[in-house]
């Protein structure tokens, strides 16, 4: 059973999820999403009170980049926050159904903990290239603006892009999963570290979205409550004013393709350069518990949200 005091593995967070459908068997239904390129399942939590599939409905996902460990320890402690306590909150349930992809990337995840720790890809084996390198950073495989800058075709690369879009399974299955209920997904949270940025797209221009100031408006909102509990800053903007051009993010293939509106990229503590991806694991509830208070103004919102 978790306890969010430490890190844990790919094992840890697949029993985690088929332990609190078991318990809930009312609000939470795991399933496959696909197989990672080493064949480990892509859990898919759903967490709904009913109402057959017609309520507004966020996506949340994490640990997409192999490294970035607060990423899925954080969406992990939400996802319990929701359910165990739902009878304090069942509002949170009730007014939007919820999907979670915890560990996007659990082949990187693995390698990271076992052989090298700041590795970001996913470990494919490129066929396709005469190279020994492995891995696409999933976060640039996706086909929005596809290598229009702020990514590699060089396959050594940390920011290697795949050569073509949706090369990964990871990328698919988590593109397919996102298809599945984009009617009626409201807001598309993609859960990384680190920085304590709130972006949204683009990546690929500085142009802004059209409906930046809505969504501008609404991160606002979001962060004063994150902020609020134990003061740690974030900061809100696009992600190519903010941080810098990149292309192929999931993302902006959300908002641009799926059509998910409020579609942010959230970049949890610190802030670096202290620890950065070496986020001490007593961190791990605060994070959990200041992001969760973003997650229900996010909730509130798209819970009236025609
Ligand atoms: O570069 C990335 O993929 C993200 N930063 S990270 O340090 N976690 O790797 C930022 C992606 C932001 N989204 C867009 N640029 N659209
Ligand atoms: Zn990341």
Redesign the pocket.
């Known amino acids: 059973n978790l306890t969010w005091d430490n890190y844990y593995r790919y094992d840890d967070i697949r029993e985690f999820a088929y332990a609190l459908s078991a318990s809930y068997p009312e609000l939470v239904t795991v399933s496959v999403a696909g197989k990672s390129y080493e064949n480990r399942d892509l859990i898919l939590i759903k967490i709904s009170s009913g109402g057959s599939g017609t309520k507004n409905a966020i996506f949340v996902d994490g640990g997409?980049?192999a490294c970035?460990w607060i990423s899925p320890a954080t969406v992990t402690y939400i996802i319990r926050e929701l359910v165990e306590n739902y009878a304090a909150h069942p509002q949170y349930i009730d007014d939007v159904d919820w999907i979670f992809m915890p560990l996007v990337n659990p082949d990187g995840y693995e390698f990271a903990h076992t052989e090298s720790r700041l590795w970001?890809k996913n470990r494919r084996v490129h066929d396709e290239t005469n190279t020994t390198c492995i891995g696409t950073?999933i976060?640039?495989n996706f086909d929005y603006h596809f290598n229009e800058g702020?990514s590699s075709e060089n396959p050594c690369a940390p920011?290697y892009n795949g050569g073509q879009p949706f090369t990964e399974p990871e990328s698919r299955a988590l593109r397919d999963a996102i298809l599945a209920e984009a009617n009626r997904t409201k807001s598309y949270l993609t859960v990384?570290?680190?920085?304590q940025h709130w972006?949204t797209?683009?990546?690929?221009t500085t142009d802004l979205p059209e409906d930046y100031d809505a969504m501008f408006a609404l991160a606002t909102d979001a962060v004063a409550a994150l902020t609020a509990v134990y003061g740690t800053p974030y900061d809100i903007g696009s992600?190519?004013n903010l941080?810098?051009a990149?292309s192929g993010?999931s993302?902006?293939w959300a908002k641009g393709v799926a059509g998910i509106p409020y579609t942010y990229?959230i970049?949890l503590r610190d802030k670096g350069p202290v620890y950065g991806f070496l986020l001490p694991p007593d961190q791990i509830i605060p994070s959990g518990i200041e992001t969760w208070e973003a997650f229900k103004v996010i909730a509130e919102a798209v819970a009236q949200m025609t």
């Open positions: 997409i980049h970035e970001r950073d976060n640039r702020g920011t990384h570290s680190y920085g972006l797209p683009w990546g690929w992600s190519a941080l810098y990149n993010p993302d902006d990229t970049e």
